[in-house]
């Protein structure tokens, strides 16, 4: 199907990389819980270790659901890829950037 326009769309994303400085917006999907249908898009600082990102940021979201046990052994996946975690890692040292989306389940 062809698509028509008016013009060319030339306005930068408001959502772009530069604008968080060392931050970066990482997408947190629980995939097949149908409490949360979608993923949650979080602000984290790219140097921030993989534990900390889970205890500060996936750990309180998650734990909205009744069925969240933080202490169960989940599988993950970054950007639809088998993805394993390593706690003092960085989360640009694990490959997690902006705008990616970390899921997991089990």
């Given at each position: 199907?062809?698509?028509?326009?008016?013009?060319?769309?030339?306005?930068?994303?408001r959502?772009?990389?530069?604008?968080?400085?060392?931050?970066?917006?990482?997408?947190?999907?629980w995939?097949?819980?149908?409490?949360?249908?979608?993923?949650?898009?979080?602000?984290?600082?790219?140097?921030?270790?993989?534990?900390?990102?889970?205890?500060?940021?996936?750990?309180?979201?998650?734990?909205s659901?009744?069925?969240?046990?933080?202490?169960?052994?989940?599988s993950?996946?970054?950007?639809?890829?088998?993805?394993?975690?390593?706690?003092?890692?960085?989360?640009?040292?694990?490959?997690?950037?902006?705008?990616?989306?970390?899921?997991?389940?089990?």
């Open positions: 199907m062809a698509l028509k326009t008016i013009g060319t769309y030339e306005f930068p994303s959502s772009r990389q530069e604008l968080y400085g060392e931050d970066m917006l990482v997408h947190v999907w995939k097949d819980n149908p409490m949360f249908c979608a993923a949650a898009t979080f602000r984290a600082p790219q140097a921030m270790s993989w534990a900390d990102f889970r205890a500060a940021i996936v750990d309180p979201w998650a734990s659901d009744p069925d969240y046990d933080a202490s169960h052994a989940f993950w996946g970054l950007d639809g890829q088998p993805f394993t975690p390593e706690p003092g890692t960085s989360l640009a040292d694990l490959g997690i950037g902006h705008k990616h989306t970390l899921s997991f389940w089990g």
